[in-house]
């Protein structure tokens, strides 16, 4: 059974840091693209960054650039995401995300096979 498990969510203050963690098991994922979206309370979930197996290739959403990064370590299937500067406008819940080729790093919802249960992120200012 494939599982992917997030945590180092939590109640911050902008301009400060957080960095997610997203361990996977059942199934390696060091050969396939690895993802993360947030989403908040009626919205739809929107993507956040992707990153290829190898490292080589990384996405990010303009409003993240420059503040977030999304970094692996294939030998642990673990996948972070290191968030600086955060603004309330990052408060979501943030979800990690694996992709089952290593021919694409695709960037939309349904591209996805498996998902994490999701981490709460809070920002005040």
């Known amino acids: 059974q494939v599982q992917l498990v997030e945590s180092g969510g939590g109640l911050v203050q902008a301009g400060t840091s957080l960095r997610l963690s997203c361990v996977a098991s059942?199934?390696?994922?060091?050969?396939?693209?690895m993802a993360w979206f947030r989403q908040t309370p009626g919205k739809e979930r929107e993507f956040v960054a992707a990153q290829s197996w190898s490292g080589g290739d990384t996405y990010y959403v303009d409003s993240v650039k420059g503040r977030f990064t999304i970094f692996r370590n294939n030998p642990k299937n673990t996948v972070y995401l290191q968030m600086n500067s955060l603004e309330p406008e990052d408060t979501a819940v943030y979800y990690c995300?694996?992709?089952?080729?290593?021919?694409?790093?695709?960037?939309?919802?349904?591209?996805?096979?498996?998902w994490g249960q999701g981490t709460q992120v809070t920002v005040y200012s």
């Open positions: 059942g199934r390696t994922f060091s050969n396939d693209p």
């Open positions: 995300a694996a992709h089952t080729s290593w021919r694409s790093l695709p960037t939309g919802v349904n591209e996805y096979a498996y």
